[in-house]
């Protein structure tokens, strides 16, 4: 009797077995779909990195010669750790530094607002008005402030006819000028990740915190920007991570004031043809954002376990 009912489950089980092992497969057996991302990344990223790697342990044998890799050595990173080339690389880090907290400084008030305040069905139009600038050449929009910051510029004029400036504007061609470009050419890139964070709050969240006699401030700081932190560290890493790489908005507003490190690196491509010190300050800078951003994750994630463990004293303290 128990064999007559063991015998029609034996196979009803066996396709399903089948199929939760095809299932744990990884990519499900349609990892090919990944073929051309991987053709990409190894031909068109980690090739010419490879390449690149490979001549930072070169050096230039004579004037009509780029690079020579016959004799590897260090020494070209020696030479990146030059007084001249190190204050560069600390003036650009500088210039990111605080561009990526002023692009958040402004990014984050106005994403709130953008996706908390604002009606919904305004929303896609404000949207479209932050994407603008994306729709013209990143040249194109930094040579408009090369024409607003000009000392000839209707701006100098303006400032000078309401009495706030007493000669020409002096700004352009200067560090302050740089950071002014890359604050206007980045910002965006903090304020998209930032605002899907903030559209997908939940806002019973907020309600119930101001039910409990939370003010505005208060519920602001203690159930909204906590829920936004994975927004603000994306958004400061779209910020950053290019804009230490920045090599356009240095040479059309800096000028030889605003060096950054982009503008040295291609000077040594293009102008020196030293390509093995080009490699080396291009590799030099990769190791000064990773560990930038390995040092400010660090904190990142400390003051965040800090603020976890002062709620959780709070909490047991008013039990």
Not at 196 to 203: A, I, Q, S, T
Not at 235 to 260: E, K
Request: glycine share 8%; with cysteine.
């Amino acid at each position: 009797m128990s064999a007559t009912t063991q015998t029609p489950d034996a196979p009803a089980s066996a396709p399903v077995t089948r199929t939760r092992r095809r299932s744990r497969r990884p990519g499900g057996g349609s990892g090919w779909l990944s073929l051309p991302v991987w053709f990409w990344l190894v031909f068109f990223i980690l090739t010419p990195l490879a390449l690149v790697f490979w001549y930072s342990f070169g050096y230039k044998p004579d004037l009509f010669t780029s690079v020579a890799t016959d004799a590897p050595s260090f020494d070209r990173y020696r030479e990146v750790t030059d007084p001249v080339f190190m204050s560069t690389f600390w003036d650009t880090l500088r210039i990111a530094a605080i561009g990526t907290t002023l692009c958040a400084v402004i990014g984050v008030p106005f994403a709130y607002w953008m996706g908390v305040k604002v009606d919904p069905r305004w929303r896609p139009l404000l949207l479209a008005l932050v994407l603008v600038p994306f729709w013209t050449n990143f040249l194109v929009r930094t040579l408009g402030w090369q024409i607003i910051l000009s000392p000839e510029g209707f701006l100098s004029h303006g400032l000078q006819k309401v009495g706030i400036l007493s000669g020409p504007l002096d700004v352009l061609y200067t560090s302050a000028a740089v950071q002014l470009g890359v604050v206007y050419n980045y910002l965006p890139l903090m304020i998209l990740p930032l605002y899907v964070v903030f559209e997908r709050l939940d806002p019973a969240q907020r309600e119930a915190s101001r039910d409990l006699g939370a003010g505005r401030w208060r519920t602001f700081g203690a159930v909204t920007l906590p829920s936004a932190l994975p927004g603000i560290a994306a958004g400061a890493l779209l910020v950053f991570i290019p804009l230490m790489g920045d090599y356009l908005t240095a040479s059309v507003l800096g000028g030889s004031r605003g060096t950054m490190v982009g503008q040295m690196i291609a000077r040594q491509f293009n102008t020196a043809q030293d390509w093995a010190l080009g490699s080396a300050m291009a590799f030099t800078l990769m190791a000064f954002v990773l560990l930038t951003v390995v040092v400010v994750g660090l904190v990142f994630l400390a003051v965040r376990a800090l603020l976890r463990r002062a709620r959780h004293l709070d909490l047991e303290g008013a039990r």
